[in-house]
């Protein structure tokens, strides 16, 4: 295999390509783990962060999930570029939810009542949030409702796949979704109108 050397920096340029990368981490290569782990350790803090709001939390999270991600490398199997990130992605996101569960943080409810209809807002591609805004506002949420908010927008996760991942009503997860996107609503609503003339 080529030897992919870094020239001081994490651009594609400077650590090969994804599977170049890949085959360093499999081999053993102690730099090259160390370049997979500041390629990915951010954007998986961002996942990571997405669903555990408590920062110690977040830390073991990731932890333990590098460690998966290092001791199942091996059996990986690469299948184009992107499927490096989407298999670490499926990993941290795993692991947040494991977390949640076993903390006793996540509490869902059935049979919600109506909430209040707030398409208008969210149909609106939200121009003047800012998306460091938008990402505190998520994090806001109940447990329950952010995790499955988090799987249906971000993971592309169906209300029967979200089911099957939380142990839930296919139903249940439709409402709780229903009802993050209603608080969503109507935090954004605020936002809105308190920077209304800015």
Same mark, same amino acid.
């Given at each position: ?9 994490? *651009?594609?340029? #400077? ?13 053993? @290569? &102690? !730099? ?63 692991? *947040?939810?494991? #977390? ?13 009542? @109506? &909430? !209040? ?48 991942l939380l142990g839930i009503k296919e139903d249940s997860s439709a409402s709780q979704f229903f009802r993050a996107r209603a608080t969503l609503a109507k935090k954004i609503k ?9």
């Open positions: 295999m080529t030897q992919v050397r870094s020239s001081g920096g994490n *651009s594609p340029t #400077a650590v090969g390509t994804e599977f170049q990368l890949l085959e360093r981490v499999r081999e053993g @290569d &102690a !730099p090259g783990m160390r370049l997979f782990y500041e390629r990915y350790a951010g954007y998986l803090t961002a996942v990571c962060s997405r669903y555990i709001v408590d920062r110690d939390m977040l830390k073991d999270v990731l932890q333990e999930s590098f460690i998966k991600i290092f001791g199942h490398i091996g059996e990986f199997e690469y299948r184009g570029e992107g499927s490096v990130r989407a298999w670490v992605t499926r990993i941290v996101v795993n692991h *947040s939810l494991k #977390a949640l569960r076993r903390k006793g943080r996540m509490t869902y409810v059935d049979d919600l009542p @109506d &909430a !209040p209809e707030e398409d208008d807002v969210m149909a609106s591609g939200l121009p003047h949030i800012p998306p460091e805004v938008l990402q505190e506002m998520i994090r806001d949420l109940p447990d329950g409702y952010r995790a499955v908010f988090n799987l249906f927008v971000f993971e592309k996760k169906s209300h029967k796949e979200i089911a099957g605020a936002y809105l109108k308190e920077h209304d003339d800015e």
